[in-house]
C-alpha cells in the first residue's frame, strides 16, 4: 500500500527519505491522544451529517481495536507510515475497510497534529501540577518540624543571619507555588482545540469546532486556523516552566549536596536514596540531588532548541515543527521523575539539629542585632553603631569566641553607653525570633507561611 499522500508523485519514496522525514519513533506516544481526537472527529462528522451512523459504529469500533494492538503490543510500527497519526489510520483501513477512509474528512495532518500535542501537553501539565502540589506538602510538613531549629542563613554562602530551617524550607515552597502557578496559567491560556482548522485555513465541510472542543475538554476552539497549525508556543510554555522548576530544585539540589557533606553535615540522606562509590567502600554519595541539579541543563537545552526552530517560520505550518516533540517528551520526564524523587529524598532525610545549631555559633551572626541595639536603645546613629559592632567582632576574633558569647563588660569596654541587658540581643535564639516582620524568619511568622501554604493547599485539592 502506498502512502497515503502518494497520489501526484511518480516516484515512491526513498528509504533514505523514509528515515529522515519519520517521526513515528517518537510521536507514537501520542496514539492515546490519536485516537481519543479521532473518536471525537467522528462523533462530530456524525452529528453534522458527513458520516452515516453506521460508518461512525465501524470508526469507533477500529479505533478502539487499534487501541487495543497498540496496548498489547500486538501493532506493527512501520517506519514507512511517518507517524502515528498514519500509522493509525492505515491500520484502521485495514480493520473496517472503506469507512476508515472517511475519518480524514474535514481535517488535516496539521491539525490532528497540534490537537494530538497539545492534549499531551495539557495532560501532563496536570501531571506535573499534581506532583508540585505533593512537594510543596511534603516540605510544609517538614518545616513544621524545624521552626525552632537553628541554622544560619547565608548571603554569598557566608554565614549571614540565624534563621530556622522551617523557614528555610518555606522559601523553596514558595518558589515551588510560583511554579505551579505558572502551569495553572499555561493551562488555562492554551486550554482551546485546533482540530477543524484543517491546512491552515479552515474546512468547507460544516464541521461544528465547538462540539469537538468540548468533548475533548478543550474550553473553546482556538480563534485563527493559520496561527493554530503554526502554533507551539503551548509547548514553549511548557518547556519554559518546567526549566524554570527544574532551576529552583537545582538550587535546592546544590544545598542538599552541600547540607549532606561532612563540612555541612546539617541532614543525612536516606540510604535509599543515595549510592557507593566502586572503590571507596567508606562513601555514601547524594547522587540523587547532583542529577536533579545536572538535569536541570538539558531542561534549559530543550526550551532553546525550540525556541530556535521557531523563530524564522513563515506562516503556516513547516516540516520544521517535527522538532517540537523529543525536545517536550524529555522535559516532561525528566519534569516529573525529578519532582517525584525529590519528594521522597525531603521526607527521608535526617535533619541533625545539633550540627545546625552549633553553626550558627560562627560567623558573628548576631552582630546586625548589636548594631540595632546600639540604635534603639542607646540612640547612636547607625553609621556608628555598624563601627562599634565590627569593633565587638574584631574582638570576638581575638579571643577566638562567637560575638554572641561576649559578655556585657567586654562590651561596655568598646563603648560605655552599652548596658547589662545587651547579652540578651545577642543570643542567636533571640536573633532569629527577633525577625518578627511580614514574611521574616521568627518561628511565629514562619508557622504564619506554612499555615498560608496550607489553605493554599487545602484549596487545590477541592479544585
Known amino acids: 500500500m502506498g502512502k497515503m499522500w502518494s497520489g501526484r508523485f511518480s516516484k515512491n519514496a526513498s528509504s533514505l527519505l523514509d528515515q529522515f522525514n519519520a517521526s513515528l519513533n517518537f510521536d507514537k506516544k501520542l496514539y492515546r491522544y490519536d485516537i481519543m481526537g479521532s473518536l471525537a472527529h467522528a462523533s462530530m462528522l456524525k452529528a453534522q451529517g458527513i458520516l452515516s451512523e453506521e460508518e461512525y459504529r465501524q470508526i469507533e469500533k477500529g479505533l478502539q481495536e487499534v487501541l487495543r494492538e497498540i496496548e498489547s503490543g500486538d501493532f506493527s510500527f512501520d517506519i514507512s507510515d511517518e507517524d502515528i497519526h498514519m500509522a493509525i489510520e492505515k491500520r484502521l483501513t485495514q480493520i473496517i475497510g472503506e469507512a476508515g477512509k472517511k475519518l480524514h474528512t474535514a481535517r488535516s495532518r496539521n491539525d490532528q497534529v497540534a490537537l494530538d500535542f497539545r492534549l499531551y501537553v495539557q495532560a501532563h501539565n496536570e501531571i506535573i501540577r499534581e506532583l508540585l502540589l505533593k512537594v510543596i506538602a511534603t516540605l510544609s510538613e517538614t518545616a513544621e518540624n524545624h521552626t525552632e531549629t537553628m541554622l544560619p542563613g ?223 536603645k542607646c540612640g547612636i546613629p547607625f553609621r556608628e553603631a555598624h563601627f562599634i559592632t565590627g569593633r565587638a567582632v574584631a574582638l570576638a576574633e581575638q579571643k577566638g569566641v562567637d560575638l554572641s558569647e561576649l559578655g556585657a563588660h567586654d562590651l561596655q569596654n568598646i563603648d560605655g553607653r552599652i548596658g547589662e541587658d545587651v547579652t540578651g540581643y545577642l543570643s542567636i535564639r533571640h536573633s532569629m525570633n527577633a525577625r518578627n516582620s511580614e514574611g521574616g524568619t521568627s518561628t511565629a511568622r514562619t508557622k504564619e507561611q506554612i499555615a498560608s501554604i496550607r489553605r493554599w493547599l487545602g484549596e487545590k485539592v477541592k479544585d
Open 154 to 376: 547565608m548571603t554569598h554562602l557566608q554565614h549571614a543571619q540565624p534563621i530556622n530551617f522551617g523557614y528555610h524550607l518555606m522559601a523553596y515552597a514558595s518558589m515551588l507555588k510560583r511554579d505551579y502557578e505558572r502551569f495553572d496559567s499555561s493551562f488555562e491560556r492554551n486550554n482551546l482545540s485546533p482540530i477543524g482548522c484543517a491546512a491552515l485555513a479552515g474546512t468547507p465541510h460544516p464541521v461544528d469546532r465547538r462540539m469537538t472542543a468540548e468533548e475533548l475538554g478543550f474550553d473553546a476552539p482556538t480563534l485563527n486556523c493559520l496561527d493554530t497549525v503554526s502554533d507551539r508556543d503551548f509547548a514553549l510554555e511548557m518547556l519554559f516552566n518546567i526549566a524554570t522548576m527544574m532551576m529552583h530544585i537545582s538550587r535546592l539540589a546544590e544545598e542538599l549536596i552541600l547540607w549532606s557533606s561532612s563540612e555541612f553535615g546539617f541532614v543525612t540522606l536516606s540510604d535509599a536514596y543515595s549510592t557507593g562509590s566502586s572503590i571507596m567502600p567508606q562513601k555514601k554519595n547524594p547522587d540523587v540531588p547532583e542529577l536533579l541539579r545536572g538535569k536541570t541543563g538539558r531542561t534549559y537545552g530543550n526550551l532553546i532548541a525550540l525556541l530556535t526552530v521557531m523563530k524564522g517560520l513563515p506562516l503556516a505550518y513547516n516540516k520544521d515543527m517535527q522538532e517540537d516533540k523529543e525536545g517536550t517528551f524529555d522535559s516532561v520526564e525528566t519534569a516529573e521523575i525529578s519532582l517525584t524523587i525529590l519528594n521522597e529524598v525531603i521526607a527521608t532525610m535526617t535533619v541533625n539539629k545539633e550540627r545546625m545549631e552549633q553553626a550558627c555559633k560562627v560567623g558573628h551572626l548576631s552582630a546586625t542585632d548589636l548594631a540595632d541595639y546600639l540604635v534603639e
